[in-house]
């Protein structure tokens, strides 16, 4: 992505990455292959910038400088952030994709503990509670996907229950009745862009021609 910006940002919003893989397909193929150490040579000859070519290879590619995102989507009017916070419709209370684990003992879904939001703590929610039932339908194997799946596609507002399988103090699993509602909640997300409204019209030609790229691919 940033190779493409940098292209774009070098021509105007010309020439981008797929012009750079069209220009180098009429000279490689699955007849001819490239060798290693000429590759980024001819793409600098392909995109006529050579030298800034060169630079961008040599620094963050084959050396280990990382990639300028701050400064190269400044340029598209794109504000770049490391880390920061978006407001999303949380429907489940917890991250489906990074908020769970399977429990191979029981055969279940276990919640983790980082992975809960701030509506996943409001229902009560905790580390290590397995997910049991579902609008009190019993989740097992054959049917998880599928429960799971059909829940992502409710509104915000959509009032719902689950039951929990949690250790006591005993270490014996117990069941718990939670109740939640969706709702939008802020998440913690990396690598943020955020289009700024004060671009310039140079900007905004670079980033038309960016998205409008990426689109088509």
Known sequence: MMLDVRLRTLSSGQYGIQDMMQDLSKKYGIEKPFKD????????????????????????????????????????????????????????????????????QKMMLEIKVEGIDPMGEAMGLQGGDLLYKWNGEELSINNLQSVLVAHNGVAEDYEFDITVLRLDDEGEYQEVELSGKTQTVPINVKHVLRIQEEATPEQVQLRNAWLSDAEAS
Request: hydrophobic share 35%; aromatic share 14%; with cysteine.
């Open 37 to 104: 150490k000429c590759l980024f040579k001819d793409i600098g000859k392909v995109t006529k910038e050579r030298r800034a070519m060169k630079e961008f290879f040599q620094r963050h590619v084959a050396g280990g400088e990382p990639l300028p995102y701050k400064d190269y989507m400044a340029a598209m009017g794109v504000e770049y952030l490391p880390e920061g916070t978006v407001e999303e419709l949380s429907r489940f209370g917890f991250s489906l994709n990074q908020g769970v684990t399977f429990n191979q």
